[in-house]
Structures are given as structure tokens and as C-alpha cells.
């Protein structure tokens, strides 16, 4: 099933669970017993869940793996994401990861801190996001194993793995002057998203607001996606991959920000088309969390879908430019970023 | 250098900054470039921290994996743990549950929410005590990737992969009537230690104390050690599975819990010998957090160092016995054993 399919299945009707019930009242046993049945182990797995440890194959005698977590106040806010959105966006971040080494993911490791007082409707939601985000992006990629504990903060730990099937990883330090740099993925979107939701989803306090936040998703349907619950070309890093990528990186942070390591680690520099950036240069360069994918490749490749080629990489270690003109690198701290609500 | 050494350095000599600094003031990359270089990725990194993913060998085609949380508040407090100590927990735990499987630890990746106050010392202790715990514990394993966040509560994901070597995984569900019941670490000693914590480093209005713990730590320091900074049996893991074992378990939870799901898992029952449970029956069999393994042998197998025998399997599937009768398993849920405290 589709993300928007799902979101709307989800709000009309909550839960399937008859009774309310906080995790504490049901405790860890029962609450494992509900939430692992919405979650499948997937093609890599050979042994799942329920032991001390998962067992999971890595074909080529190697694999890949990334770790990301996600944090109550700093990372999201319950009052605009649904659990599936938070399972979902989970999932989505650190496939994107796997993806930018020019992996195909296969499993992940989930493990949550839940305050006692979480309904256990809750995480059945972050599982169902889970694995439809998984479905969705990552097909065959399943679910092996996690760890379920307290915390007055809904914290949600993902651990992410791939395969490179038997080619050499891409890295960020393998751009060469003269390589096209392309990118996949939306441009701006997510920043759109979370500024759409500060300036019409928030009360006269400044505190999130859900029925706000209802509203606006009716109105702006894929840029609060973009933002709660997106949508990464998680297949293009393999396919970069395939295509002879030279140098890769996930679009996390900022565009401006992500080139400019890429420039560095690889001692070149970039020069973006502005032309190539669509209308909003600005946001497109400094908007963050768009989970897109920054390549590069050597000329006369033909670019692998959804590739677009953005600019070119150009002689001045370390610098990033567009139009020829010096750009600096805008960045996001996640100690600086954080305002120390939750909501 | 061994943990008691480390221990005594680190609090005469807290940190070698010169100025305090917390991870807001010093932002994610610089945070980043005091911590890195204090771990070593291992034996088992192909390419280590630094790119959107790492790139671990699994050398015979599979990798063991599990997870876990460590939350201030539920599971540890900043009283009574120093940052050394919670970072070679953080790895000691994760690393029994690899061997537990009766694989050899390759690798861990940590991801750290911590709150923007916190000073960077204290993310430089936990990094020098995972750095030693894995020294120490699992020599050649390293730390080859990790995530820094911003939250309200510290807490401390770790991720730990294992090599089987060729071998089957040891489950829970494979101990036959006839086999040997055997144990690997201490029993009761981390409840112990536990106990006089919460009786003896608590100041009149029951808050945890630095002071009292300090000086308790003088009095008991074996005790102490075995809840704050475990040494478990990490290496009887692959033993276990060379000699022959036919299931395995990890005990974060209770001996007679643990015992428990080892019995129902494989059909079976267990009939422990009180004499070989040591002075304290009650707390051997009730005392959490040991982090000891307890494994099933065929009879006539000579049992690995440091396994003991504490019993034999019988024929009364999923049930506990001490001495022929029969027990109840008593457990720790974490939703039901958290006060709400943090301290």
C-alpha cells in the first residue's frame, strides 16, 4: 500500500485495538507479542527476532551499515506525525544511508525508549510504518531483531544494513574534474514542509498543533510528506552504483553543505547550474532533510533515473560554486537546531 | 589497561580538557573530532566512520547482530556511573548478546542522544570506556560507526555484530533431557551491588549521590563494578559453541527467568542443584543484570573455562526445578521496575 493510502487508512481509524492500553499496564512481553507480527524479517534474514542476537546474510562477505537516531522535540513532534509518519521516516533516513554507499539494503534493527504512559497503539503505528516504508522503498529488506525499553523521551534507534554485491563501496572522496554532478531526489521540499508547519501549524504559543497540522497536510499533501514521511530514490544508489558513480552522498543536510564535503574529500571543486535548481536557488542549496542523493560521474555516462545532472566538478579543491560564483556552506547543528520543545 | 586502573585514572584526573565545554558550545563536527579519535575501528572494518554508512567483513557469508538501549534514568545514573563506566557497559552488555550466539564480536556502531548542556568530557569517557571495554572484552573488535543527536535524556544505542566462523548459531531451543545445565560469570553479585547502591548512595530524600557512591565503591569495589561496569564472560561464548553446546542464553535478566525461556524454548526442563548456586539460593536465581551465560552441554562433554555445572536438563517441558522442585521464574519488566527517576 501506498504512503497516502496508508496515512489516510490510519487517521480515520486509529488503532485496531479494542482497549486503551499503555505499555506499562500491558508490560514488554505483551507488548513484543503485538508488535512483532506487524514486522517481517525479510529476505536476509536466517535467523529473526527472539533469540540473543539476529543472524542475517551478507552474500559478498561484507556489509554495510549505518546507525541514525530519532529524538522527541529535536527530530519530530507528536503532534504532527503520525506513529506510522515516525516508523516510516525512520526507516526512510537510514535506507538512504545504506543506498549513498551504492548498497542495496537488506535489514534493519529497530530498537525504541518509550515513556511507560505510550499507548501501545503507538508503536504498533512506528512497526506499521516500519514495514511499509521498507515495502515501499527497500523491497526484499526486513526487520531482524530490536531491543524495547523506557524513557521519558520517545526515542527510536535504527540500525540499517546492505549489500554491495561484490562492487567496491562509493565513497565521498572519489570525484574527478570533469565528472557531471547529478542529483535524485526532491529539492527544498523538506524545509518547505517543516516551514509550512512552524508558520500554520503551530498554536498562539508557539507549541504544535495537530488539528493545525490536519489542515495544512489536506492542503500541502506532498510538501509535509516531503517533511514527515519521505519518499528517498533509496534504488538510485544502487543503480548510481551500477552506472559508475565516482563519488556519493545522502541529502540529509543541506545541499550546499553536502557538496561542499564532497568537494572537500575529494579535493575538487563543484559548480552548480542554477538554472538546474529549480525556482527557490536559496532553498534548494540550504533547505535540509530532503534525503536525496548527491553523485558524481564521469562524463559521457548516461545518468541513471531519477539522476538529474546539476553542475560539474571543477578545479578549485574543496570550493563550491554556482554559476561560477563562490557559494558558502550553510549548515544545521543538531545542538544549535533545537529549541527544546517537544509538542 | 584494566577496567579498576581506568576507573581510578579517570577520577583523579577527569579529562585532559583544559577548558570545560559542553556539545552545544563546541557544535556536532567538533564534538565529533574529539570522540572519533579515541576509538579504534578493529580488525573487522573495511571502512570505518566518516561516510554516510561503514563496511564491515563478514567473513563466512552471515553476521550475527543486536541491539540495546541504555537510558539515564531506567537504566543508569549519572551519580553513580561515571561516563568511563557507561560506555564499557554499554559495550559489555551488546557483546555478551553476540556471544551468547556463540559468535566472536567483530564491531559496534553507538549513537548517543545527549542534551546540548552536557559536557564534552562526558562523551569523551563514554568513548574511553567502550575503547576499553572492547579491549578488554573482545579484543579486535571496534567501533565503526556511530550517530550524535540532541535529546533531553542521555541515551546510548549500541549496535554489536559478530562472526560465527562457519559455525551454527547456539539457540535457546536446542538443550536435550540428559544435558548438562552449565553457567559462566558472577550470580547475584550485579543485584548486590545494586542494593547497596539504592541503600547506601542515596542522600535523605532518596536521590542518588556521587559522594556516598564514591565512597561505597571504596567498600565494595568487586560489587560495584558488577552493576556499574561488568566484566562478563565474553570469550566463553565461541568456547562454549567449539566444545559443543547445544543452547545458549544470555542473562541480562534473572538466572530463573532466563532458565525459564531456555526450558520452554526447547521443550524441556531444568533441575538446578542449590549447591552449586552459591551462598544467596534467592539471589543467584532472582538477582538481575550479571550478564553471565548460561548454556546447555551433552553429557560427558568437559565443560569450557569458566563454565560450571549448576544442573541437569529433565523431562518436564518449560519448567524450573531447584533441587527437584519446582520454582517459579521471577522477572524485570521496564516499564514496571523505573521509579521515573533520573538523578
Redesign the interface.
Known amino acids: 500500500m501506498a504512503y497516502a493510502e496508508r496515512v489516510s487508512d490510519s487517521m480515520s481509524a486509529p488503532s485496531a485495538s479494542v482497549e486503551p492500553s499503555t ?2 499496564e500491558l ?3 505483551a507488548v513484543l507479542a503485538r508488535i512483532l507480527p506487524r514486522l517481517a524479517p525479510g529476505d536476509s534474514a ?2 529473526g527476532a527472539g ?19 530519532m ?1 522527541h ?3 519530530f513532534r507528536l503532534a504532527w506525525s503520525t506513529p506510522f509518519e515516525l516508523g516510516w521516516k525512520a526507516a526512510a533516513t537510514n535506507l538512504t ?2 543506498a ?2 551504492g ?1 542495496r539494503p537488506t ?1 534493519l ?3 525504541i ?1 518509550a515513556p ?1 504512559t505510550t499507548p501501545v497503539a503507538v508503536l504498533e503505528g512506528i512497526a506499521d510504518g516500519l514495514r511499509e516504508g521498507l515495502a515501499h522503498l527497500a523491497p526484499g529488506a526486513g526487520v ?10 520517545l ?1 527510536i ?1 535504527v ?4 549489500d ?1 554485491e561484490g562492487r567496491a ?1 562509493i ?2 572522496s572519489g570525484a574527478q574534474v570533469g565528472d557531471v554532478v547529478a542529483h535524485a531526489g526532491v529539492r527544498g521540499d523538506a524545509a518547505r514542509g517543516l516551514r509550512l508547519l512552524f508558520a500554520e501549524a503551530t498554536d498562539a504559543s508557539g507549541e504544535p498543533d495537530r488539528e493545525l497540522a490536519a489542515a495544512l497536510r489536506a492542503r500541502h499533501p506532498e510538501l509535509i510528506a516531503a517533511q514527515l514521511a519521505p519518499s528517498p530514490p533509496v534504488s538510485a544508489g544502487v543503480a548510481a552504483a551500477l552506472a559508475g558513480a565516482s563519488a ?3 541529502l540529509t543536510d543541506e545541499l550546499a553543505r553536502v557538496a561542499g564535503r564532497l568537494a572537500e574529500a575529494s579535493g575538487v571543486g563543484l559548480d552548480l547550474d542554477s538554472a538546474r535548481l529549480g525556482d527557490d536557488i536559496r532553498l534548494a542549496l540550504a533547505g535540509a532533510e530532503d534525503h536525496g542523493l548527491l553523485a558524481t560521474f564521469p562524463p559521457h555516462v548516461t545518468l541513471p533515473a531519477p539522476f538529474d545532472a546539476i553542475g560539474l566538478v571543477v578545479d578549485d579543491a574543496g570550493r563550491l560554486f554556482v554559476d561560477g560564483a563562490p557559494v558558502a556552506a550553510e549548515g544545521w ?4 537546531g ?1 529549541d ?1 520543545r ?1 509538542g
Chains 1, 2 share one sequence.
Open positions: 505499555v506499562a508490560g514488554e512481553s536466517i535467523l533469540d540473543d542476537a539476529a543472524v542475517v546474510r551478507a552474500v559478498d562477505g561484507r556489509f554495510v551499515v549505518t546507525t541514525d537516531f529524538v522535540g529535536p527530530d544511508d545504506v549513498a554507499m548498497a535489514a534493527v529497530v530498537a525508549a511507560p531482524v531483531g530490536g531491543d524495547l525499553s523506557a524513557s521519558s523521551v526515542t534507534a540500525t540499517a544494513f546492505g554491495l563501496p565513497l565521498r556519493m552522498l545522502e547543528d543538531p545542538y544549535a533545537w527544546g517537544a
